[in-house]
């Protein structure tokens, strides 16, 4: 188990980036990436240890809070040797009267901006709780099934994605890092455009909770130019709806860009950037891709993604795309 944005966040926001050891107090960084020196690179370390066998363990101690804030102390990595091989000196109690001290000095000396450090906290757990319902973590997993011929996904995961768009839209912004805003909403419009997309043509599957595309281009009575229409129109909307996926995927790695800039560098940078599936054809041979806007499509229009009018047009020009253009108007007689 990992630590969330919002810990990481209320750790190093409270204890100024610095070693919490009196006789230290050493500026440190959060990933490696930022330094060649490895002792400068901070680590969050418990107190009481996260496994029952480790420093200071104790088995009665929840695992839900052996993660949290409140069993953290933040350290270079020279004295996080030293507590953990002298964990008879270095005792909970002592661990925690450090931590205290050394916060209060920070807000004493350094001059902590607290309505900046609530703020980040607050953007930092609805980061937190946006990566949940996005499910950022399997996002490969979930969205490549509606790249495909017969695009799907499971009751659960569209009614988990109407939830999430509603979710976004009745949060609270401190206006703060208006970049960051703007990408939530980004995503938010696209997300909304999708769902509407895919649930405008979709069924559910007698066998299990799946939704599926409905096969329209099947007809009771055989007409071969109605028949050719339907299949061009039905691979027209399997294209849109994989153009969509993958600009949720640009947006998805829009607002991590953001967070990167705006609220913390080292977002992760060890997950990457979010992948899918890409299948030339809509076949079954899967591809690897990493959606992610350009500069000029950033400052194109109030936001990257133009609305779904607009998208149909332009999604020919984005760095993969599967349609290019609506379904031109002489293709449009027979509905």
Not at 72 to 80: D, E, T
Not at 220 to 234: F, G, I, P, T
Not at 280 to 288: A, F, G, N, T, V
Request: net charge negative.
């Amino acid at each position: 188990m990992g630590f969330s944005q919002k810990t990481l966040k209320m750790l190093w926001g409270r204890a100024a980036g610095r070693c919490s050891m009196p006789d230290c107090r050493t500026a440190l960084v959060m990933d490696a990436t930022e330094t060649d020196d490895q002792a400068l690179v901070g680590e969050n370390c418990h107190i009481v240890a996260e496994e029952d066998a480790g420093p200071r363990g104790d088995k009665l101690f929840p695992v839900s809070s052996r993660n949290v804030y409140g069993n953290l102390i933040l350290l270079c990595a020279n004295h996080h040797t030293q507590i953990d091989k002298q964990a008879d000196y270095y005792t909970r109690e002592f661990l925690h009267k450090t931590k205290l001290e050394h916060e209060e000095w920070v807000a004493g000396s350094l001059g902590l901006d607290k309505e900046k450090q609530a703020d980040d906290e607050y953007y930092s757990g609805l980061i937190d709780n946006w990566e949940q319902k996005a499910e950022l973590e399997y996002w490969d997993s979930w969205s490549s099934w509606l790249v495909s011929e017969q695009p799907k996904m499971s009751e659960e995961r569209y009614d988990e994605l109407v939830q999430l768009a509603r979710w976004i839209s009745s949060r609270v912004w401190p206006a703060r890092y208006p970049q960051i805003e703007k990408a939530f909403e980004n995503f938010r419009l696209v997300l909304r455009d999708f769902l509407r997309t895919f649930s405008s043509k979709s069924e559910a599957r007698m066998d299990d909770k799946v939704l599926q595309t409905r096969r329209f281009y099947k007809i009771d009575v055989w007409d071969e130019e109605q028949h050719s229409y339907l299949v061009k129109k039905y691979t027209y909307h399997n294209t849109l709806l994989a153009d969509l996926i993958l600009e949720l995927t640009r947006s998805a790695n829009f607002i991590c860009d953001q967070v990167r800039k705006s609220l913390t560098r080292s977002y992760r940078l060890k997950e990457g950037a979010l992948t899918i599936g890409h299948d030339p054809l809509l076949e079954h041979s899967l591809d690897e891709i990493q959606p992610k806007y350009l500069q000029i499509e950033i400052g194109q229009f109030a936001h990257p993604y133009p609305g779904l009018e607009d998208f149909i047009t332009v999604r020919g020009s984005r760095s993969f795309h599967y349609g290019n253009g609506p379904l031109i108007d002489s293709e449009r007689t027979k509905t």
